[in-house]
């Protein structure tokens, strides 16, 4: 009897162990997107928004929520760079923002493994690369614009607490 327990036990908190890790797979990040932060002297705008991200690592996709305020002329792109703070970098994730869009508005969607851009002369060969990029901290989210082609407001990610 007191084997059964004892491998009962043991088969509950693998199970336990496992339903952990599948829901550490995903992860949540936020940005807070302001002129200020664009590179290399900022933007000085009215706009200002933010980003949150999950990332669901075993599913190989993103999905996307921007919230963006006050923004004076339409925006033209938006997605996540791959790049440290203080630098530009390339494009990784392209989101698909409501082209020419102003003021107050709000865009959302998912981005599949397969839409990642991989960048081989950044060290993004992979869609591990680029979760590892994000989950390192080394990217960030970028709204441009009409009057701001390079940016208009930016934000770097950081996990969710």
Known sequence: M??????????????????????AQVYTLTASL??????PNGVNTGAFGTATITLDVSARSLTYRVDVFNLPSGVTASHIHVGGVGTTGPVIVNFAPPISASNDFA????????????????????????????LGGNTYVNVHSTANAPGEIRGRLTLKQ
């Open 2 to 23: 007191r084997r059964l327990v004892m491998t009962l036990a043991l088969t509950v908190g693998t199970l336990a162990g496992g339903a952990a890790s599948a829901q």
């Open 34 to 39: 302001t002129g200020s932060e664009e590179t």
């Open 107 to 134: 865009y959302s969607g998912t981005v599949p493994e397969a839409q990642w851009v991989m960048r081989n002369d950044q060290g993004i060969r992979s869609g591990d690369d680029v979760i590892q990029a994000i």
